[in-house]
């Protein structure tokens, strides 16, 4: 082989080396900027359970339509911040990222422990992909 021939090589096998360095590193900046959004949406729903602190309360939860029956205003509230908690979950489901998925994975117990009796409603069946309820059905348990 001669010098070209060695060159031609090595800036082959640099430039295989260089693609796949940008492909992992883009699918890293990626996984990043996800956890980064999730958490930001996360935590602005957060704020928002402190400022209705029944939303976030099961004794509230578990029982929704009984608790709130006599605020109509306090029920589609509270429809809307159980929409938003389950919606967060299909994102995080949505991603199909391992790494992701283990660290937000306790959102969603921790959802589904609070809003389970709200999603397992037919009303909201309309509101979700069919297999993120059977997903959600055959991995997180009913606590109602």
Aim: charged fraction near 35%; charge should be negative.
């Amino acid at each position: 082989m001669d010098v070209i021939g060695l060159a031609t090589l090595i800036t082959g096998v640099s430039s295989g080396i260089a693609i796949v360095l940008s492909i992992y590193t883009y699918y890293l900046s990626k996984r990043e900027k996800s956890y980064a959004d999730l958490d930001s949406l996360y935590l602005k729903f957060l704020e928002l359970g402190m400022r209705q602190p029944k939303f976030r309360n099961p004794e509230y939860t578990k029982n929704y339509k009984e608790m709130f029956k006599d605020d109509e205003d306090e029920l589609y509230r509270y429809d809307t911040y159980a929409f938003i908690a389950w919606n967060i979950c299909e994102t995080i489901y949505d991603r199909k990222d391992e790494a992701l998925f283990e660290t937000w994975r306790p959102v969603i117990v921790a959802e589904n422990k609070l809003h389970r009796k709200w999603f397992d409603d037919p009303e909201n069946y309309h509101k979700f992909k069919d297999r993120f309820r059977e997903y959600i059905h055959d991995n997180f348990p009913q606590e109602y």
